[in-house]
Nanobody, 123 residues
Framework: QVQLVESGGGLVQAGGSLRLSCAASGRTLSSYLMGWFRQAPGKEREFVASISRSGASTYYADSVKGRFIISRDNTKNTVYLQMNSLKPEDTAVFYC????????????????WGQGTQVTVSA
């Protein structure tokens, strides 16, 4: 099991940027596919982005493609989500998660989750 702690959320104006971090402990992060998800009030948790164990492959939801960038530094046991050109509809609690699979966008494919960090984008 790996413990995950997100940080970097906050309030930003539309068009602005934020960088989320997800620090892992307990096990080596390089053993996991890592993903970012988000959940807006009254909505289901949805996939945002994932990155392979080595960092060589990334995958994005269509809604964030071209605006968000996922990256990882396995030497620091940390995963990042750079969010640019933020929109009010990006407002949500953002979660990072770890999976033993090679690739999945499903919440059920991830076994370890952080507590989430709030991102609020004002119009």
């Amino acid at each position: 099991q790996v413990q995950l702690v997100e940080s970097g959320g906050g309030l930003v104006q539309a068009g602005g940027s934020l960088r989320l971090s997800c620090a892992a402990s307990g096990r080596t992060l390089s053993s996991y596919l890592m993903g970012w998800f988000r959940q807006a009030p009254g909505k289901e948790r949805e996939f945002v982005a994932s990155i392979s164990r080595s960092g060589a492959s990334t995958y994005y939801a269509d809604s964030v493609k071209g605006r968000f960038i996922i990256s990882r530094d396995n030497t620091k046991n940390t995963v990042y989500l750079q969010m640019n050109s933020l929109k009010p509809e990006d407002t949500a609690v953002f979660y990072c998660a770890a999976s033993g699979r090679l690739l999945t966008t499903q919440t059920t494919g991830y076994t370890d989750w952080g507590q989430g960090t709030q991102v609020t984008v004002s119009a």
